[in-house]
């Protein structure tokens, strides 16, 4: 059965198709640097936004009208998973990414779950095999249900602890059948309310503990995805142990984990932390750890994670430059955990959604790897940086020197010279090229 039969599959059309159901500027087959656009952007759409959720809010019941609504429980997941396929195939989309959750309802228990899981996971595999569409990652929802009330690892309950760790092996077990190229960690409920009642080094050490048990257990069953935990500062939990990429780093030094795992970097978490998107994967890439992107925005005007599709061209291309400077996402790739407004019910809008989306990252691409080319701002940040590779600054990285000569140094100084730092002469020149390059 066809669930979008009046929509047909998304072409490239170019800047001017006036089409809303084609591409302007994502071109799969086009050369960006000596990748394909396609493989340079590895888009996913997430299951729960785009199958699963009904656009409820705390406020609102659910909004979204969708063909496959008149069925329930089973039916229902098989329905949105035959709608998937069709959908990510319109799309030419090649990823996908779900929570456990998401794909098969939960049963009285946790024998019952496991066995809807397999029955749905049994059918995607089937679909998978006539699709072009992979999974980027599939991941545990240990967050939604009362039982996570206190935490999932970080649980002060230790049946809990192992109710998740159950649900994270299903998980790694599924993503072996399927070949996930990840396997995310996102802490919606690590973390706590308040510290009144908290003992934070049993909880993190706990959570460590958790990690190495994944980590052995892949291991184990030959599962090689790349391990990805994907910070975020707050929400549902008051604090996150996982806060920003910088907190997780440290995280994952102290546990001896920073080996097994990368980090999955979400635009809207990232300001959500009081950073820039392109912050938050500066720093994972500087330190080595940039392993995926969930792609998305928030409003700056609300303090929570509005998941928006991302349409902001500045963030897209600022975004793209940090994943050219990494050399490509590798396993990773840029998953749209992105839903449409709540006003935006129509099955239609979750196609203009993608392409929006998609058009966005494919700007973003351009854009940056022309500003990479001509070096834009690698000359900038050479030069601004060029004292240290002469006399003094030399010294200093290359560790030749110490106080006291530095202290001999600064004694003999006339005047220290500084240069402008130039910033509008370089946002009027990322303008410039937005402007020029988008299209090209
Ligand atoms: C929620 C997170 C979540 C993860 C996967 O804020 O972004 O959707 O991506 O659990
Ligand atoms: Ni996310
Ligand atoms: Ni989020």
């Not at 995607?124 to 935490?151: C, E, I, Q």
């Not at 008051?238 to 997780?248: K, N, R």
Request: net charge negative.
């Amino acid at each position: 059965m066809s669930y979008f039969n009046n929509i047909d599959k998304i072409k490239f059309e170019g800047s001017k198709s006036t089409n809303p159901y084609a591409f302007k500027f994502y071109n799969p087959e086009q050369k960006i640097g000596n990748q394909t656009m396609e493989e340079y952007l590895r888009f996913g759409v997430a299951y729960w936004h785009t199958l699963t959720m009904d656009g409820s809010d705390p406020f609102g019941a659910g909004t979204m009208v969708r063909p496959w609504d008149k069925f329930s429980g089973m039916d229902l997941a098989k329905a949105r998973l035959e709608a998937s396929f069709e959908f990510f195939e319109k799309l030419n989309v090649p990823f996908f990414c779900f929570h456990d959750v998401d794909i098969a309802p939960e049963g009285s228990n946790l024998r019952e779950t496991n066995q809807n899981l397999d029955t749905i996971v049994g059918l995607m595999k089937d679909y998978m095999k006539d699709s072009n569409t992979k999974l980027l990652w599939n991941t545990a929802n240990n967050f939604t249900h009362p039982r996570f009330v206190h935490g999932a690892a970080s649980s002060n309950e230790a049946d809990v602890f192992a109710y998740s760790a159950a649900k994270v092996k299903k998980g790694l077990e599924i993503g072996k059948e399927l070949g996930a190229e990840n396997y995310v960690f996102w802490g919606g409920r690590e973390g706590y309310e308040t510290l009144l009642n908290t003992d934070m080094k049993l909880e993190m050490d706990n959570l460590g503990r958790f990690f190495h048990m994944a980590v052995d257990y892949a291991k184990e069953i030959g599962f090689d995805a790349q391990f990805l935990i994907e910070p975020k500062p707050k929400e549902p939990t008051t604090h996150q142990y996982d806060f920003d990429v910088a907190t997780g780093h440290a995280f994952l030094q102290n546990y001896g984990l920073q080996d097994h795992f990368k980090f999955n970097i979400e635009a809207n978490h990232a300001t959500l932390a009081g950073h820039t998107f392109e912050h938050e994967l500066r720093y994972a890439r500087v330190n080595n750890m940039l392993g995926s992107v969930d792609a998305n925005q928030g409003d700056p005007l609300l303090g929570w994670d509005t998941d928006e599709f991302p349409a902001d061209l500045y963030s897209a291309t600022l975004a793209m430059y940090e994943v050219i400077k990494n050399g490509g996402l590798g396993r990773g790739g840029l998953n749209f955990d992105a839903k449409v407004r709540r006003g935006s019910f129509e099955p239609e809008d979750l196609f203009h959604a993608h392409i929006s989306g998609m058009d966005t990252f494919a700007i973003g691409l351009k854009v940056a790897q022309k500003l990479y080319d001509d070096k834009v701002l690698e000359d900038i940040i050479d030069n601004r940086y060029k004292s240290f590779t002469e006399g003094v600054g030399l010294d200093i990285v290359s560790g030749k020197t110490d106080f006291h000569k530095l202290e001999n140094h600064a004694l003999n100084l006339q005047q220290i010279k500084h240069q402008s730092g130039r910033l509008e002469k370089i946002k009027a020149t990322i303008n410039q090229y937005l402007i020029t390059y988008a299209a090209e």
